[in-house]
């Protein structure tokens, strides 16, 4: 699935393009791969962390990456990479799924 080509928030996955795209995400991000860097507003990380319900902390440890990054994106001071941004929307779109990766 070439993410370029798609709009993800709008897009349906089923549920293994979805958990597919999850990992694939997360491994990125955790191997420090860097993609395009979007422009992602701050409104968007606060928003997908807070419909996980998911403290700072936690949330940063699912997306594999430190606290500081996380507060960072959302006071605007960072833009997160290709992969991390479109963790951060399917995490606002499918706040269920990313909180199963915790589990």
């Known amino acids: 699935m070439d993410l370029e080509k798609i709009n993800v928030a709008e897009y349906e996955f089923s549920g293994e393009e979805l958990g597919e795209l999850l990992l694939q995400s997360v491994k990125q991000v955790k191997q420090g791969q860097l993609g395009n860097v979007r ?18 902390a936690d949330f940063a440890e699912i997306m594999g990456i430190s606290v500081r990054t996380l507060q960072g994106w959302e006071q605007g001071r960072r833009l997160p990479s290709g992969p991390a941004a479109t963790l951060l929307k399917i995490a606002t779109k499918y706040p269920e799924t990313l909180i199963e990766l915790r589990t």
């Open 39 to 56: 422009q992602i507003t701050v409104n968007e990380a606060v928003e997908a962390r807070k419909k996980t319900g998911l403290s700072q």
